[in-house]
């Protein structure tokens, strides 16, 4: 899976996330930031969107432990 269409996986998970939490959906960019930004989600919500993320790519960058990133590029670059 390429950068972009790790994004695009990243983009749909996360507005899934937004739309069974009930929350008004947001535009979601390469330069969006997960936590403290405009993103109606939560540590949890992110926990889920880095597991389902692992189910579609086969990948886990954080089996050695966390690596920090915060935004949809940053966890994208960590899975391409």
């Known amino acids: ?3 972009a269409e790790t994004i695009a ?3 749909a998970i996360v507005n899934r996330v937004i739309d069974d939490k009930g929350e008004k959906r947001v535009a979601v960019t390469a330069s969006t930031v997960f936590l403290g930004g405009e993103l109606p989600i ?3 919500d992110l926990a889920t969107i880095v597991v389902e993320l692992e189910a ?3 990948q886990d960058p954080f089996k ?3 690596i ?3 935004t949809v590029d940053d966890l994208a670059a960590l899975y391409s």
């Open 42 to 44: 939560d540590s949890l």
């Open 68 to 70: 920090e990133f915060r």
């Open 64 to 66: 050695d432990g966390f």
């Open 56 to 58: 579609i790519t086969g």
């Open 1 to 3: 899976m390429n950068r």
């Open 9 to 11: 996986s990243i983009v």
